[in-house]
């Protein structure tokens, strides 16, 4: 159920009819638009009264959401969702583009230096690297953890880059929490709905990865269990999904973007790096990616990639990334878009840190 209220409706009265759907027993997401306010209620209760809701003052209409996802939904909320970071002009889901690079995992001091400093140099706002890896084999490098955290956190400090890195369960996501600016959902645990409805209750962003074999509306009910525990910060990444074709790690599904933005208010960003598992592919279908609508891209790079201790094949060179921030611009452009070139960080922001 959705309650739409009238343009002039008062903040109080908004108030009202949060506690109003409280006291029946269900929770409230006041979701403000440009031209009113809409307010989600969700709860695994009966069907909400809709007529004593109605009557309350300032409500317009009561409508029924007849969709499984909800928060999600355009229905809920028709303009597009901006994230922003505070402090800093960078935003992902708006007119410009987020570009989020670095390695897949922080290998050491020095190595994420040599990458950030190249992200920074090419103009991209967003820093990526793992922390906390998901491997295959339980032997194979599992990541640095905290040690990795901080160093990002350094990063920041210097190059003003806000941090994307992934919580693979709850100790991590207290971890990722207090270090990193965005949370990233791994494809793995896409379907981990106790770490999902955690990360709901954080308030930082959370990037959300498609699973492995996961369908639009699987996708979209993922961003929900998050949204729907008060984080409406939600940004969801399509990676490649497992299919038949061996020419590629996993088979980029580029066609999800505008499925996602015909049915959600969330942005979308694609990583071209797991998309395809191959290096020569990954600044073609990121210049792909641009060209369909998504509002950014997360690539793996490395400045000696044939050294990483993960995810090397699939990670491009400096060089490459430049290259891409050039033809991504120029595609933006020709769809009304911008690819922002560095970040403005407040002196207040960069000094609380
Ligand atoms: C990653 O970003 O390094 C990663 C492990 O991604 P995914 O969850 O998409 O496999
Ligand atoms: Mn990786």
Redesign the pocket.
């Known amino acids: 159920m959705l309650v739409v209220m009238k343009p002039q409706a008062t903040p109080e009265q908004i108030q009202a009819v949060c506690e109003h759907i409280q006291q029946l027993g269900f929770r409230a997401h006041p979701l403000p638009g440009a031209q009113r306010t809409a307010i989600g209620i969700t709860g695994n209760k009966d069907r909400v009264e809709a007529a004593s809701l109605e009557d309350l003052p300032g409500v317009a209409e009561v409508i029924a959401v007849s969709k499984p996802y909800k928060l999600v939904s355009r229905d809920v909320k028709e303009e597009n969702t901006i994230i922003t970071f505070p402090g800093t002009d960078a935003t992902i889901g708006g007119k410009d583009l987020a570009m989020i690079g670095g390695p ?2 922080v290998e050491s001091r020095e190595q994420t230096f040599a990458a950030a400093e190249a992200i920074a140099a090419a103009g991209a706002q967003f820093f ?1 690297g ?1 922390a906390f ?2 491997r295959t084999s339980p032997y194979a490098f599992q990541g640095m953890g905290e040690e990795a955290l901080k160093i990002m956190a350094d990063v920041r400090d210097r190059f003003g880059l806000r941090i994307v890195t ?1 919580a693979i369960d709850t100790d991590a996501l207290e971890l990722v929490d207090h270090y990193a600016d965005v949370i ?1 959902i ?4 896409m379907q981990n709905y106790s770490l999902l409805r955690a990360a709901g209750r954080k308030r930082k962003p959370v990037l959300l ?2 699973g ?1 074999a996961a369908t639009l509306e699987e996708f979209l009910m993922a961003a929900e269990y998050i949204m729907s525990e008060g984080n409406y910060q939600v940004i969801l ?1 399509e ?2 999904v497992r299919s038949f074709a061996d020419h590629t790690r996993n088979t980029l599904d580029l066609s999800i973007v505008p499925a996602v933005q015909r049915l959600s208010h969330l942005p979308i960003v694609v ?1 071209p ?2 998309g395809t598992g191959k290096r020569n592919m990954v600044v073609a279908l990121g210049r792909a990616a641009v060209a369909v609508g998504a509002d950014g891209l ?1 690539v ?1 790079v490395h400045h000696q990639p044939d050294k990483a201790l ?2 090397g094949a699939q990670t491009i060179y400096p060089e490459q990334f430049v290259q891409l921030m050039n033809e991504s611009s120029q595609i933006a452009a020709i769809l009304g878009r911008n690819v922002p070139r560095g970040i403005h960080v407040a002196e207040t922001a960069s000094a609380e840190r």
């Open positions: 897949c995992s990526r793992g890896k998901p992934e990233q791994g494809a793995r645990n990865k498609r492995l990444c990676r490649g990583d790096s797991h997360i793996e993960s995810d």
